[in-house]
């Protein structure tokens, strides 16, 4: 039943009626009868008869014959839900979208020749999938390392699983790695190697994915490869059209509509094509004989889901690399410390460039912030954009190369502060920052919204406003300014462009949305590094150095092509970035955080509320051995948060605590709600 509560989080069995038999197949959605009230719910399996000793009541109406629940991604959603100490209803509503009924009268659409597409799953054999109730068998990647073989390095000669010779495939790109033509011959043989990939600055990270999809395609199986953002999306759709052909993938995301996401979802459950690209909307995306899951920029918080029970897009698909024994592969020019574990476990091998290779491709980096620098500038320890910064963009523009400029904060003045005293600028009725649209704007709280006209400091009186913090807009103003005649765009929230030209020009971008320059940017200057570095999440470091490679490789290679961090050199992520060895800071990262006991080494499930209601909730969870409680710590709106840490190994043991306590708070109709998260990206 579509009923997200915890206590009510399992199967239940209904009679058919006869009308309804030809209809009433597994994976179909219908209407019940639930404690006197019509509910939604899915059929998950037909059974001869029942051990139900009670009186049966009968389904009231087949919604749709429509069977867009598949076996595997109903045993896939179980897991999950097992794993984030949710309810299987909750996961099934970010599987299967918003059934649209005029879309499943149009006329199927053309699948390509059978001989270069994964059989589909005829509707009809879904009966005989496994039942919801059984999926929590999967091993959660990490826990228990399966060790992903070598591939062989041999020309591929070996029947794939479809009975024909494997193609001999064009490794284009991936032969700049070492293993990279051996990932491709992996899954091309049909196999199931799990990479995780570094990419070089300058790569086209699109192009390897889709080599990588062909490979698995040419071998007879489908692939799900997951994206961030809608420009990613983009640029991975105009790949795979070049490499698959056109309609040979179907595109997953909730921006797409009601409409244009069920139609592209019913393709995919359909066998209509064996290729679904997407944002974190297609991390469940049916696909037939999966042989390939694949995440790009797995750092990127947009991976992260909203809703409960807040999965993440790495941790399903490698789920469902699991359960499936198919490829995966994570990617990206950074590495986090989960994928830096799936490495050191030996779940999963890394696939690199050669060091020198590394160096042929970098462009050439500098910090301001080292002592040569400061001994030839020393006001580059407090300059915004310091000589060394000023000097690449002027050489690039003098090449007629564009420069690119990464700035944290968007808009003009996002945070301001008495010229007088430096007392930061507050709203007085709700005490939130106050900022400067523009030049000749007036104060405004970000909070709430109201304008603060007349500001006067609490402190001192003075009524004199001075910037805290620049945003991207006031810094496009003043690089007008200080290079007259040079086009200036911006590309952040309110417009992020996809691409600009090779010409001269500066653009001022915010970390996610730089735009591609043709040929590469002549200088990338990375200012306000401070604004990333000092944030107080745990994560911080490996964020920064996640928007500063992917800044960084749009520039061209050494060297004409510069970047320059306006940072302390000696930083460990400056260095990271310095050398483009994520690698190294994603396995100092991991083992600092295995000494203080963080995740990804440890497992972590956050309980937020009330205070009455998370001590409540507590009270009422048999914790397992070897957990420790720790908070709490303030929470927004008042609220509070605890926060409980057991070792990996005990994971399970905990989510399903926590699921059985948020039952009984549930049954007994508890008035004060408690949100629990495992392994919440911000722990306080």
Same mark, same amino acid.
């Given at each position: 039943?579509?009923?997200?509560?915890?206590?009510?989080?399992?199967?239940?069995?209904?009679?058919?009626?006869?009308?309804?038999?030809?209809?009433?197949?597994?994976?179909?959605?219908?209407?019940?009868?639930?404690?006197?009230?019509?509910?939604?719910?899915?059929?998950?399996?037909?059974?001869?008869?029942?051990?139900?000793?009670?009186?049966?009541?009968?389904?009231?109406?087949?919604?749709?014959?429509?069977?867009?629940?598949?076996?595997?991604?109903?045993?896939?959603?179980?897991?999950?839900?097992?794993?984030?100490?949710?309810?299987?209803?909750?996961?099934?509503?970010?599987?299967?979208?918003?059934?649209?009924?005029?879309?499943?009268?149009?006329?199927?659409?053309?699948?390509?020749?059978?001989?270069?597409?994964?059989?589909?799953?005829?509707?009809?054999?879904?009966?005989?999938?496994?039942?919801?109730?059984?999926?929590?068998?999967?091993?959660?990647?990490?826990?228990?390392?399966?060790?992903?073989?070598?591939?062989?390095?041999?020309?591929?000669?070996?029947?794939?699983?479809?009975?024909?010779?494997?193609?001999?495939?064009?490794?284009?790109?991936?032969?700049?790695?070492?293993?990279?033509?051996?990932?491709?011959?992996?899954?091309?043989?049909?196999?199931?190697?799990?990479?995780?990939?570094?990419?070089?600055?300058?790569?086209?990270?699109?192009?390897?994915?889709?080599?990588?999809?062909?490979?698995?395609?040419?071998?007879?199986?489908?692939?799900?490869?997951?994206?961030?953002?809608?420009?990613?999306?983009?640029?991975?759709?105009?790949?795979?059209?070049?490499?698959?052909?056109?309609?040979?993938?179907?595109?997953?995301?909730?921006?797409?509509?009601?409409?244009?996401?069920?139609?592209?979802?019913?393709?995919?459950?359909?066998?209509?094509?064996?290729?679904?690209?997407?944002?974190?909307?297609?991390?469940?995306?049916?696909?037939?004989?999966?042989?390939?899951?694949?995440?790009?920029?797995?750092?990127?918080?947009?991976?992260?889901?909203?809703?409960?029970?807040?999965?993440?897009?790495?941790?399903?698909?490698?789920?469902?690399?699991?359960?499936?024994?198919?490829?995966?592969?994570?990617?990206?020019?950074?590495?986090?410390?989960?994928?830096?574990?799936?490495?050191?476990?030996?779940?999963?091998?890394?696939?690199?460039?050669?060091?020198?290779?590394?160096?042929?491709?970098?462009?050439?980096?500098?910090?301001?912030?080292?002592?040569?620098?400061?001994?030839?500038?020393?006001?580059?320890?407090?300059?915004?954009?310091?000589?060394?910064?000023?000097?690449a963009a002027r050489d690039a523009v003098r090449a007629d190369l564009p420069v690119l400029v990464q700035v944290p904060r968007r808009g003009y003045l996002p945070s301001i502060s008495c010229a007088d005293c430096r007392t930061p600028?507050?709203?007085?009725?709700?005490?939130?920052?106050?900022?400067?649209?523009?030049?000749?704007?007036?104060?405004?709280?970000?909070?709430?919204?109201?304008?603060?006209?007349?500001?006067?400091?609490?402190?001192?009186?003075?009524?004199?406003?001075?910037?805290?913090?620049?945003?991207?807009?006031?810094?496009?103003?003043?690089?007008?300014?200080?290079?007259?005649?040079?086009?200036?765009?911006?590309?952040?929230?309110?417009?992020?462009?996809?691409?600009?030209?090779?010409?001269?020009?500066?653009?001022?971008?915010?970390?996610?949305?730089?735009?591609?320059?043709?040929?590469?940017?002549?200088?990338?200057?990375?200012?306000?590094?401070?604004?990333?570095?000092?944030?107080?999440?745990? #994560? /911080?470091?490996?964020? =920064? %150095?996640?928007?500063? $490679?992917?800044? +960084? !490789?749009? &520039? *061209?290679? @050494?060297?004409?092509?510069?970047?320059?961090?306006?940072?302390?050199?000696?930083?460990?992520?400056?260095?990271?970035?310095?050398?483009?060895?994520?690698?190294?800071?994603?396995?100092?990262?991991?083992?600092?955080?295995?000494?203080?006991?963080?995740?990804?080494?440890?497992?972590?499930?956050?309980?937020?509320?009330?205070?009455?209601?998370?001590?409540?909730?507590?009270?009422?969870?048999?914790?397992?051995?070897?957990?420790?409680?720790?908070?709490?710590?303030?929470?927004?709106?008042?609220?509070?948060?605890?926060?409980?840490?057991?070792? #990996? /190994?005990?994971?399970? =043991? %905990?989510?399903?605590? $926590?699921?059985? +306590? !948020?039952? &009984? *708070?549930? @049954?007994?109709?508890?008035?004060?709600?408690?949100?629990?998260?495992?392994?919440?990206?911000?722990?306080?």
């Amino acid at each position: 039943m579509d009923v997200p509560l915890a206590h009510l989080d399992r199967p239940f069995d209904y009679l058919v009626p006869a009308e309804l038999d030809a209809v009433a197949v597994p994976g179909t959605r219908v209407k019940v009868r639930f404690a006197g009230q019509l509910v939604d719910g899915w059929l998950l399996e037909r059974a001869d008869d029942s051990g139900h000793t009670g009186r049966l009541a009968y389904l009231e109406k087949v919604v749709s014959p429509e069977p867009v629940l598949a076996p595997e991604i109903a045993r896939l959603a179980r897991v999950v839900a097992d794993r984030y100490a949710g309810s299987l209803a909750d996961v099934l509503r970010l599987a299967v979208p918003p059934r649209h009924a005029r879309v499943e009268k149009e006329p199927r659409g053309v699948p390509g020749p059978a001989a270069d597409r994964p059989e589909a799953v005829p509707p009809g054999d879904a009966a005989t999938g496994t039942p919801v109730g059984d999926a929590a068998t999967g091993t959660p990647p990490g826990d228990a390392p399966t060790i992903a073989g070598d591939a062989p390095t041999a020309p591929t000669a070996a029947t794939g699983p479809s009975g024909r010779a494997a193609p001999v495939l064009d490794p284009r790109g991936w032969r700049d790695y070492p293993t990279g033509p051996a990932l491709l011959r992996a899954l091309a043989d049909g196999r199931a190697p799990r990479a995780v990939w570094s990419a070089l600055p300058g790569e086209d990270w699109a192009a390897r994915y889709a080599d990588a999809v062909a490979a698995t395609v040419a071998g007879g199986r489908g692939a799900v490869v997951v994206v961030a953002d809608a420009r990613d999306l983009d640029r991975l759709d105009a790949a795979l059209t070049d490499t698959l052909g056109p309609g040979r993938h179907a595109s997953l995301s909730a921006a797409l509509g009601p409409a244009r996401r069920y139609r592209a979802f019913l393709a995919a459950r359909r066998g209509e094509v064996p290729v679904v690209i997407g944002t974190r909307a297609a991390m469940f995306a049916p696909v037939a004989r999966l042989g390939l899951v694949a995440i790009f920029d797995d750092g990127d918080d947009l991976h992260a889901e909203p809703r409960a029970p807040y999965p993440h897009a790495r941790e399903v698909l490698l789920t469902r690399a699991q359960l499936a024994d198919a490829g995966a592969l994570v990617g990206g020019y950074a590495r986090t410390a989960e994928a830096q574990l799936l490495v050191e476990t030996g779940w999963a091998r890394e696939v690199v460039a050669d060091r020198a290779t590394v160096r042929a491709r970098t462009p050439a980096i500098a910090p301001t912030g080292d002592d040569p620098q400061l001994a030839r500038d020393p006001g580059a320890a407090t300059a915004r954009l310091p000589s060394l910064a000023w000097t690449a963009a002027r050489d690039a523009v003098r090449a007629d190369l564009p420069v690119l400029v990464q700035v944290p904060r968007r808009g003009y003045l996002p945070s301001i502060s008495c010229a007088d005293c430096r007392t930061p600028a507050r709203c007085p009725h709700c005490a939130g920052p106050l900022a400067l649209p523009s030049a000749g704007g007036t104060p405004a709280c970000r909070w709430c919204g109201r304008v603060a006209a007349a500001y006067a400091c609490p402190e001192c009186g003075g009524r004199r406003l001075r910037a805290a913090v620049t945003g991207a807009r006031r810094t496009a103003e003043e690089l007008g300014r200080a290079f007259p005649g040079v086009p200036v765009r911006t590309s952040g929230r309110e417009e992020v462009l996809t691409g600009v030209p090779g010409g001269a020009a500066l653009v001022v971008a915010t970390p996610g949305a730089e735009p591609v320059a043709e040929g590469g940017y002549g200088a990338v200057l990375l200012l306000d590094s401070w604004a990333l570095l000092t944030r107080a999440d745990l #994560r /911080a470091g490996e964020e =920064a %150095l996640r928007r500063w $490679l992917a800044a +960084a !490789a749009l &520039a *061209r290679p @050494a060297p004409t092509g510069k970047v320059v961090v306006v940072a302390d050199g000696a930083l460990a992520p400056v260095q990271a970035l310095l050398r483009w060895d994520a690698a190294w800071f994603a396995a100092r990262e991991l083992a600092e955080r295995r000494e203080l006991g963080f995740p990804p080494a440890v497992r972590m499930a956050s309980v937020t509320g009330v205070a009455e209601a998370v001590a409540d909730l507590l009270a009422a969870t048999r914790l397992p051995d070897g957990a420790e409680v720790l908070g709490p710590v303030p929470a927004e709106e008042g609220r509070e948060r605890m926060l409980v840490r057991v070792p #990996r /190994a005990r994971a399970a =043991a %905990l989510a399903e605590a $926590l699921h059985s +306590a !948020a039952g &009984a *708070r549930a @049954a007994r109709k508890a008035a004060d709600p408690v949100r629990l998260q495992v392994d919440p990206l911000t722990l306080f």
